[in-house]
Nanobody
Framework: VQLQASGGGLVQAGGSLRLSCAASGRPFGSYATGWFRQAPGKEREFVGSINWSGSTTYYVDHVKGRFTISRDSAKNTVYLQMNSLKPEDTAVYYC?????????????????WGQGTLVTVSS
C-alpha cells in the first residue's frame, strides 16, 4: 500500500483545511488509518485514527471538536477535516495505515506511512 497525503497549505488562525490520504497499490478498506503530525523541533505525535469501516474514530484531546476523520472507501481515501485551526497546529501531517483495522495511537501499530504534507497556521 502506498499512501499519498495532500491538502496542506497556509491558513490563518480560525480557518479550515482538509487533508487527504489517498491509497494505491491495493484497496485499503480493511486498514485503519491514522493521522500524525510533527512540529518543528518536536517529536511526531498522534492526532487521530479511524477504523477500517469508518464506524469508530479516536482523537487526542487537543483536537477533539475541531478535527474530523472520515473515509471514502470507493475512492480509497481518508480525510482529515481541520477546523478552527490554531498556530500550534502548524506541523507536517502524516497519514498511516494499520493492517489491524482498529483505531490505535501507537505509531508502531502502523504498517504503511505516507509522506507528509505541511500545514502552516498564521496568527
Amino acid at each position: 500500500v502506498q499512501l499519498q497525503a495532500s491538502g496542506g497549505g497556509l491558513v490563518q488562525a480560525g480557518g479550515s483545511l482538509r487533508l487527504s490520504c489517498a491509497a494505491s497499490g491495493r484497496p485499503f478498506g480493511s486498514y485503519a488509518t491514522g493521522w500524525f503530525r510533527q512540529a518543528p523541533g518536536k517529536e511526531r505525535e498522534f492526532v487521530g485514527s479511524i477504523n477500517w469501516s469508518g464506524s469508530t474514530t479516536y482523537y487526542v484531546d487537543h483536537v477533539k471538536g475541531r478535527f474530523t476523520i472520515s473515509r471514502d472507501s470507493a475512492k480509497n481515501t481518508v480525510y482529515l477535516q481541520m477546523n478552527s485551526l490554531k498556530p500550534e497546529d502548524t506541523a507536517v501531517y502524516y497519514c498511516a495505515a494499520a493492517r489491524s483495522g482498529v483505531v490505535t495511537g501507537g505509531p508502531r501499530n502502523y504498517d504503511y506511512w505516507g509522506q507528509g504534507t505541511l500545514v502552516t497556521v498564521s496568527s
